[in-house]
């Protein structure tokens, strides 16, 4: 290479190279460079590696899987769960399931894990499992292998937002004379609807799978049903007020302190009855005309009410 140089500089002008000399002194500084970096070439270390063949559930492409290598008899999973990919992890207990499974057959067999935490970190042997993981109303599951001197983690995106839902009665507080109760109802693309849970009271969150959902409301004295279709986004919660076009009605009842009661309510719309024993109860009812009857003691007493919507009314049976 010095001779390259030597003959180079032979072919000097004055302070100028003549172009065969440049050239030739290119070709030596190229050829200095690409020595150097091979002889440099970075080689990732091999200590956190391993190789082999990896089941398709454990792709490390999949940036919410790892698979790293441990001591035998450390083999395991460890498992974490996010409300949405870019969410933190739920610190909140979560719902877990681990089972054995036959790979070849794709059955399930016993649990080997069941508990509620927000993360996992179970050392279990070598072999194929099944992993299921709800947090409220939302759930999922995958399939993965625990190869020798391996453990697994997994973090589940699960998607999911809230929903906390009050009832009111359009002109009125009724809050404080009737409960509400709620049902919520998923709608997935073109598949049945899917009862996914009932009786949820006023102001309870419920946790869900983003998607469609119809809420329906009723109070728990009365007749009304008043309905409201919602998007649950992941991430957030949806606060959701239902208006019910209803009226109230108040039943009094006379000398009715140490006598057995049962009254009734009947509509002459459409025939709902509701009936009961305790005394002086609050309805939620749709407007229209109602017959109360209430048997005190011996007694029977009768009144036809026109409810108006909007309006409480006060029903006195008795003497």
Do not use: C
């Amino acid at each position: 290479m010095r001779s390259f140089l030597t003959w180079a500089a032979q072919h000097k002008k004055g302070h100028r190279l003549t172009p065969v000399a440049f050239a030739i002194l290119a070709a030596a500084i190229i050829v200095v460079f690409s020595s150097s970096k091979g002889n440099s070439a970075y080689r990732p270390p091999t200590d956190n590696f391993f190789t082999g063949s990896l089941p398709p559930a454990l792709s490390l492409s999949d940036e919410n899987t790892f698979v790293r290598r441990a001591a035998k008899g450390s083999e395991g999973i460890e498992l974490a769960a996010r409300l949405t990919q870019d969410g933190g992890f739920i610190q909140r207990p979560v719902s877990w399931q681990i089972f054995e499974r036959d790979a070849e057959l794709g059955l399930v067999g016993k649990t080997v894990l069941s508990n509620k935490t927000p993360i996992v970190d179970a050392t279990l042997p070598p072999g194929a499992y099944r992993i299921e993981v709800q947090y409220g109303y939302a759930s999922a599951r995958r399939d993965i292998t625990v190869l020798p001197r391996t453990r697994v983690g997994v973090t589940f995106i699960l998607n999911v937002g809230g929903i906390r839902t009050l009832s009111r009665v359009v002109g009125m507080n009724a809050a404080q004379y009737a409960d509400a109760k709620h049902s919520i109802i998923a709608l997935p693309d073109n598949k049945p609807e899917t009862l996914i849970v009932e009786n949820v009271a006023q102001g309870e969150t419920v946790r869900l799978a983003a998607g469609e959902y119809r809420i329906e409301s009723r109070f728990n004295n009365g007749n009304t049903l008043a309905v409201a279709n919602v998007t649950i986004k992941p991430g957030i919660l949806t606060s959701l007020n239902i208006d019910h076009q209803a009226a109230l009605a108040k039943l009094a009842l006379l000398s009715a302190s140490n006598k057995p009661v049962v009254w009734q309510v009947y509509s002459l719309k459409n025939q709902w009855v509701k009936t009961g024993k305790n005394k002086n109860p609050s309805m939620i009812l749709a407007p229209g005309r109602y017959v109360f009857t209430a048997n005190i003691g011996k007694d029977k007493f009768s009144r036809t009410v026109s409810l108006t919507k909007g309006k409480a009314t006060t029903i006195v049976l008795g003497k």
